[in-house]
């Protein structure tokens, strides 16, 4: 599997941008077998939905392109389209550069060792503004605004910090993105 995937569609120019630059996540796809998506695919997919310079980065649903339309009609042209062609009902996350870049000047623990560091990004601030999640050792959690920031010295794959339990105590829709994969996209993006 390659790690980078990397597609310029239409215009490339920055002369000749039609919108805004977002970077979008989906929830859940290409996941343990299962709604499986090629990047290809994809891409195409966004390319006939009116996007601009669509790029993917690796096979977990991160996508940066340029658009003319609100961070709220790219969710839902984008949960529609894969609806349509690929049967999947997925959840879509849209984030403009300077909202990146603010979630990662905000992370508040040691960025020392990237392989313990990662955002959970959300759909939307949650009304519950406090949680507690018990027998999660170590691993320490900040909610700030509409981004959940983990720490998890044990390793992802032994943390309690799950998407689907911080989507039932927020009620949200939350997608993780390591500290590696959150820079990227922002290198991508720019």
Not at 6 to 35: A, D, F, Q, T, W
Not at 99 to 127: C, G, H, M
Not at 175 to 189: G, M, Q, V, W, Y
Request: aromatic share 6%; hydrophobic share 35%; charged share 30%.
């Amino acid at each position: 599997m390659k790690t980078t995937i990397k597609h310029k569609s239409k215009s490339s120019s920055p002369l000749e941008r039609l919108g805004e630059v977002y970077i979008v996540l989906l929830r859940g796809i290409n996941v343990s077998g299962k709604n499986k998506i090629p990047m290809a695919d994809l891409r195409d997919l966004l390319d006939n939905l009116q996007s601009q310079n669509v790029q993917t980065y690796i096979q977990s649903g991160n996508i940066i392109l340029e658009s003319d339309k609100s961070k709220t009609a790219i969710c839902e042209i984008i949960k529609e389209g894969i609806l349509s062609k690929f049967g999947f009902n997925i959840s879509v996350i849209v984030r403009t550069i300077p909202e990146w870049q603010k979630a990662i000047e905000k992370y508040p623990f040691s960025t020392e060792n990237e392989k313990i560091v990662a955002f959970t990004f959300l759909d939307r601030a949650s009304e519950i503004k406090e949680i507690e999640i018990k027998n999660i050792d170590e691993d320490q959690y900040k909610l700030v605004d509409d981004v959940v920031y983990l720490y998890c010295p044990l390793g992802f794959g032994k943390t309690k910090l799950t998407n689907n339990i911080l989507e039932k105590k927020l009620d949200v829709v939350a997608t993780t993105r390591n500290l590696r994969t959150t820079l990227k996209l922002l290198e991508l993006a720019q």
